[in-house]
C-alpha cells in the first residue's frame, strides 16, 4: 500500500501532539534600597541583589561603578557610591546587567553562570545548555 505525499503529511499532522512551550520563570527583583548619606549613595541590599542573581558582588560592582561613572566600594552587606545618585538610575542599570550578564541570549532563563576561558567571558544557560560571548567590564 503506497501513501501519497500529501497523505502522509495529513497523517503525520493528525499523530503530531503540540505542546505548549514553557515559559523561563522570570527572576523578581525587589527595589534596590538607596539612600543618601551627605555626599555618597549607599545600596543597602546590594549583596542581597548578588546573591539572587548567583554572581560575584565584585564584577557587580564594578559594573555599576562604570556606568554610574564614579567610585564604589563595599561594606559589608551595602556598597557606597560617591556623589549623589538618582535611585531609578540603579533599577535601569541592574536591569542592564541583567540583560548582559544574567539572562540567557537564547531562552531567556535566567540560570545561567558566568565562565572565563582564557580571555574570554562566556555566559552558559543551565537549561538551554546555550554559550554565548559577553561582553568584557
Known amino acids: 500500500m ?15 501532539t503540540i505542546t505548549p512551550k ?5 527572576l523578581e527583583l525587589p527595589k534596590p534600597d538607596v539612600i543618601w548619606v551627605g555626599r555618597k549613595t549607599f545600596f543597602r541590599n546590594f549583596m542581597y541583589f548578588s546573591r539572587i542573581i548567583r554572581r560575584e558582588p565584585n564584577h557587580l560592582l564594578m559594573f ?16 557606597i557610591f560617591i556623589g ?9 542599570l541592574i536591569d542592564r546587567y541583567m540583560k548582559y550578564f544574567v539572562n540567557c541570549a537564547i531562552c531567556g532563563s535566567s540560570d545561567t553562570h558566568l565562565e572565563k576561558s582564557r580571555r574570554l567571558r562566556f555566559l552558559v544557560c543551565e537549561v538551554c545548555g546555550a554559550r554565548s560571548s559577553v561582553r568584557s567590564k
Do not use: C, I, P, W
Not at 2 to 16: G, I, M, P
Not at 22 to 26: F, P, S, T, Y
Not at 84 to 92: A, Y
Open 2 to 16: 503506497s501513501l501519497s505525499y500529501s497523505d502522509l503529511l495529513k497523517r503525520l499532522k493528525n499523530n503530531q
Open 22 to 26: 514553557a515559559k523561563a520563570a522570570r
Open 64 to 79: 555599576l561603578a562604570k556606568e554610574l561613572a564614579t567610585a564604589a566600594s563595599l561594606d559589608g552587606e551595602r556598597a
Open 84 to 92: 549623589r545618585k538618582e535611585k531609578q538610575s540603579f533599577s535601569v
